[in-house]
């Protein structure tokens, strides 16, 4: 039972990572209808931003919750920038295009941001020290200690807060309101007079610095990044999205839960090499069965 | 040009430049490196700044470019000149490639070098062939080809190590391995639309590989399978010592034994089972199950309510090319005689992909020349090798976005209903 209480903590924070990253997809999906094959590598590039602030941060001695805050920030400002230049060169020329020719200009340009963060920054893996370390400890008195630390609880309440934030954003404010109304109809919503190209890059921008978010707190997390994490992260993302119904955003943080539990309880309890199939398998099994996942809306083919 | 068109572009450089500057900045300006215990950040302003400075220059020659008045149209007249030349003159093409390939072992310039490029490319021309029928024929996106390539390796590897058959009885049980893999993959997941499909099969390539990596009472896990049996030639080993009681190959033909026979005859093996895939699809296309693909590829709605079952058609193409995949695969694993899971990830499958696609998705001239230009230049490169993924990226991004329809577009019907309407 106690270990069982420990591997859904561990999966609730893995979780919230995944359903970070998953936002992005379904909101690209959502507004243009392509699954964005980059944005998996968009969150490793955010990874590799926070690490590095937060080595130059680390030595210039500032508080900790300052730190954190700064290199959220910053992390943030320049993953956008990332999301917004993918955007306008390789996904912006091709609207209108064939169906498959933004998913293969997607592949392009997850091997190029790969591999250049490859060159740029070295093939080893980055490791990192423990920046928050400690936590709260339950069930003393049994045999197995649940240990919540104080990492991951920050972790949650970080993706409670701007899950808020975002929540407000898309249901409250006219960029939203502008968004919404781009998922619905583009044509109509350009002939209403709202600048349907500025929206599509503001989406970008927002899942690009959610993602980034996710990258930082897998640098906290996992203390070790390289290049490669992207890939992995991406595909797992991209599940919890198609898992909560694709398009539908609180769908994309319940499917991101999900499948951080569904890989943290399959690590402890069936095979922990086996875990990357556990995903891939969830994925298969889901769009088979249940195409529109749990929160989507069924998709109607038109002639 | 108005002078307030060039501020503006001036202008609209400048802020390229900014981006750029957030781009490069932390990712390359900053290179993390360990030294002793953590880690430390080395900078490397001046390579920022060039490469800012490229971005501002690139900015500002194709805003001039953009602001002229007569269209710079030579590289597309070019392009459209070469697909028309290739189209008409398709069969000669044809004929004096094969031809070329034919005699190429032996020219003069054609050394042990050259002949490894020369069979790996023809390896991905064959794969690419493969991948055509799926991806150009019937228009699904499979992103997980390499699975297929895996299991044609691995079952060639399997079955020669542990039954001791030779080359010609496992070639065709890995191709059924690999079909029956490409059935079992497709059977629950092609009812799902296209990208939806090309996760998925992402997926099964993932999958497939982690399998190979952790079951390692059969696969022999990360090490792989080494000793795999090399090809005779119809029961002619190419060894220099033959076992007692057998003849090798050299000694047969009364030949100076030299290493040059056995790649010699991996060339001509890799070419003939290249020509048959090639072949085979230019015949299918013509049956009633090729059409079928390509009217899947064109219109799905309509193809099922003029009776075409999808499901079945999209099996069959799906089965076809993971058989070739397979074939390719035993090939694979006779040619290397060792093999493990490292061979096959996903930036396999991505090249793959790349070639269909890059050379114009339904075209099989487009497929050699794709994989000629892919490979070839990387291999030119080779000192290059961690900018040559860069390129290659670059390259598919660049091709969506000015071709889509590949470098020999060909999404013309085979057959038409009232002959070739021109």
Redesign the interface.
């Known amino acids: 039972m106690e270990y069982f209480i420990q591997q859904l903590v561990n999966g609730i924070t893995l979780g919230s990572i995944y359903g970070l990253i998953a936002i992005g997809y379904t909101m690209v999906y959502g507004i243009i209808g392509m699954i964005n094959f980059a944005h998996g590598d968009i969150f490793m590039i955010g990874a590799f931003v926070a690490l590095i602030s937060f080595i130059i941060f680390g030595l210039t001695g500032v508080a900790l919750p300052i730190i954190l805050l700064l290199v959220l920030l910053i992390a943030m400002l320049f993953t956008a920038c990332y999301g917004w230049t993918v955007e306008k060169l390789a996904y912006k020329p091709l609207r209108g295009s064939f169906r498959l020719a933004p998913l293969i200009s997607a592949l392009g340009m997850s091997i190029v941001l790969q591999n250049y963060v490859q060159v740029a920054q070295g093939a080893r893996v980055k490791p990192m020290q423990p920046l928050i370390s400690g936590g709260l400890e339950f069930f003393k008195n049994s045999e197995f200690v649940v240990t919540v630390s104080y990492l991951q609880i920050f972790i949650v309440i970080l993706t409670i807060i701007l899950m808020g934030i975002f929540t407000y954003l898309i249901t409250k404010t006219d960029l939203g309101r502008a968004q919404r109304a781009c998922e619905q109809d583009r044509t109509m919503t350009a002939l209403l007079g709202i600048n349907v190209d500025r929206t599509i890059s503001i989406t970008f921008i927002i899942g690009s610095s959610l993602a980034s978010v996710a990258g930082m707190m897998f640098v906290l997390y996992y203390g070790v990044i390289d290049f490669y994490i992207g890939f992995l992260a991406g595909i797992k993302a991209f599940t919890a999205a198609v898992l909560g119904g694709i398009g539908s955003l609180p769908g994309a943080m319940l499917g991101g839960l999900l499948i951080g539990l569904i890989e943290t309880m399959w690590s402890g309890y069936v095979s922990i090499e086996y875990k990357d199939v556990a995903a891939f398998s969830v994925l298969i099994i889901v769009l088979i069965f249940f195409p529109t996942g749990f929160l989507g809306k069924p998709d109607i083919e038109k002639v | 040009m108005e002078k307030k068109d060039i501020i503006q572009s001036f202008k609209d450089s400048l802020f390229t430049g900014f981006?750029a500057l957030?781009?490069f900045?932390?990712?390359?300006g900053?290179?993390?490196?360990?030294k002793g215990e953590?880690?430390?950040?080395t900078p490397q302003w001046g390579v920022v700044f060039v490469l800012v400075g490229l971005c501002i220059l690139g900015r500002f020659l194709i805003n001039l470019n953009s602001a002229r008045t007569t269209e710079f149209t030579i590289f597309s007249k070019l392009a459209s000149k070469f697909s028309a030349i290739t189209e008409d003159k398709a069969k000669h093409f044809a004929i004096t490639a094969i031809l070329f390939a034919v005699v190429f072992p032996f020219l003069p310039f054609t050394d042990r070098y050259f002949m490894d490029v020369a069979i790996m490319i023809l390896t991905y021309i064959m794969l690419g062939w493969g991948l055509n029928i799926v991806v150009g024929l019937a228009?699904l996106?499979d992103?997980g080809y390499v699975a297929f390539y895996a299991v044609g390796a691995y079952s060639y590897a399997l079955i020669a190590t542990t039954f001791g058959w030779s080359f010609w009885i496992c070639l065709p049980l890995a191709g059924l391995f690999a079909a029956f893999f490409g059935i079992l993959l497709g059977f629950?997941?092609l009812?799902?639309?296209?990208?939806?499909l090309?996760?998925?099969t992402?997926?099964?390539g993932?999958?497939i590989r982690?399998?190979l990596?952790?079951w390692y009472e059969v696969t022999n896990g990360p090490d792989g399978i080494t000793g795999i049996p090399r090809p005779s030639f119809f029961g002619l080993p190419f060894k220099r010592s033959p076992d007692e009681g057998e003849t090798s190959f050299h000694l047969f033909f009364n030949l100076e034994y030299s290493t040059m026979h056995r790649i010699i005859f991996l060339y001509y093996l890799i070419l003939v089972l290249a020509l048959i895939t090639n072949y085979f699809t230019l015949k299918i296309r013509k049956l009633p199950v090729g059409r079928a693909w390509e009217a899947l590829r064109e219109d799905e709605?309509?193809c099922k309510s003029l009776g075409v079952n999808p499901t079945n058609t999209k099996l069959t193409a799906f089965a076809i090319g993971a058989m070739f995949g397979g074939f390719a695969g035993s090939f694979f694993a006779t040619r290397q005689a060792f093999i493990s899971p490292e061979s096959f990830t996903?930036?396999e499958s991505?090249i793959i992909?790349?070639i269909v696609?890059l050379g114009g998705m339904g075209s099989q001239t487009g497929v050699v020349l794709a994989s000629i230009f892919l490979i070839g230049i990387t291999e030119m490169f080779r000192d290059l090798e961690?900018?040559r993924?860069?390129a290659?990226?670059?390259?598919?991004?660049l091709i969506?976005?000015f071709k889509?329809k590949g470098i020999l577009a060909n999404r013309k019907p085979t057959i038409l209903m009232h002959g070739d309407k021109k």
């Not at chain 2, 900053?30 to 360990?34: K, N, V």
């Not at chain 2, 009812?191 to 939806?196: F, P, V």
């Not at chain 2, 290659?392 to 991004?397: D, N, P, T």
Request: no cysteine; hydrophobic share 65%; proline share 5%.
């Open positions: 981006i957030a781009l900045g932390p990712i390359v900053l290179r993390t490196a360990s953590g880690l430390f950040i228009g996106l992103l629950p997941v009812r799902l639309r296209g990208d939806y090309a996760i998925v992402l997926g099964f993932e999958i982690i399998i990596i952790n709605i309509a996903f930036i991505a992909v790349a696609v961690q900018y993924m860069i290659f990226g670059g390259a598919m991004v969506m976005v889509p």
